[in-house]
């Protein structure tokens, strides 16, 4: 099964400034199709997850253009250019290449300083 | 709108069993392939497992032989039938969606690439 690994695991980041968050896989993410199959998700306490970005870079319908995603092969990066306050939650990114299982990464809480 | 309603979650002994439903509105419910994903309190998102539009079933290993999904286009409803629960299992247990255009080929079958359509959730508890 391939492995995500999120860094950090915990962003304290102060408002109206820029976060990162990083996420590597066991193995390449791209799909023979040509695509590669790496999404970002949102979620706030008490909610479902929210999609943020796929296929690496893409940003969903209704998603802010401060969130922004990068990276190929193993290494990719969720942006976000200003962090706003309903930005905080926990942020994982997830594999659909190489099926089954889908796989998380294990997570990464944003919080406000 | 697309809306998805989990409901039959609750307490349950470890060795008991409980049938999930989510109840799908707002689509093609036969056109899409549906899911399962589940979160530990205080935990990550687990994939548990997935069911094409027309039965394929994917899931994941710790589920296998205990929990089989299923669906019913004629009424809109998948369902996660849970025998032999552990304590383990206790979680809440999301319903979830892709998108038609977003698809990946895997054994013959389109399967979502992402999941953007997800329910509120049901929480189970397996404890004694």
């Known amino acids: 099964d391939v492995v995500l690994t999120q860094t950090p695991l915990s962003s304290p980041v102060t408002l109206g400034q820029p976060a990162s968050i990083s996420c590597r896989s066991s193995?390449?993410?791209?799909?023979?199709?040509?695509?590669?199959?790496l999404s970002w998700l949102h979620q706030r306490p008490g909610q479902p997850p929210r999609l943020l970005i796929y296929k690496v870079s893409k940003r969903f319908s209704g998603v802010p253009n401060r969130f922004s995603g990068s990276g190929a092969g193993t290494e990719f990066t969720l942006q976000i250019s200003r962090v706003e306050a309903e930005d905080v939650g926990v942020y994982y990114c997830m594999q659909a290449t190489h099926l089954p299982p889908y796989t998380f990464g294990q997570g990464t809480k944003l919080e406000i300083k | 709108e697309v809306q998805l309603l989990e409901s039959g979650g609750g307490f349950v002994q470890p060795g008991g069993s409980l049938r999930l439903s989510c109840a799908a509105s707002?689509?093609?419910?036969?056109?899409?392939?549906m899911n399962w994903v589940r979160q530990a309190p205080g935990k990550g998102l687990e994939w548990v497992a997935s069911i094409s539009g027309n039965g394929v079933i994917q899931d994941t290993d710790s589920v296998k032989g205990r929990f089989t999904i299923s669906r019913d286009n004629s009424k809109n409803m998948l369902y996660l039938q849970m025998n032999s629960l552990r304590a383990e299992d206790t979680a809440i247990y999301y319903c979830a969606k892709g998108d038609f255009d977003n698809q990946v080929w895997e054994s013959g079958i389109y399967w979502p690439s992402f999941f953007h359509d997800w329910g509120q959730g049901s929480l189970v508890t397996v404890s004694s």
């Open positions: 193995q390449s993410l791209a799909h023979i199709d040509g695509h590669t199959y």
């Open positions: 707002g689509f093609n419910f036969n056109t899409y392939a």
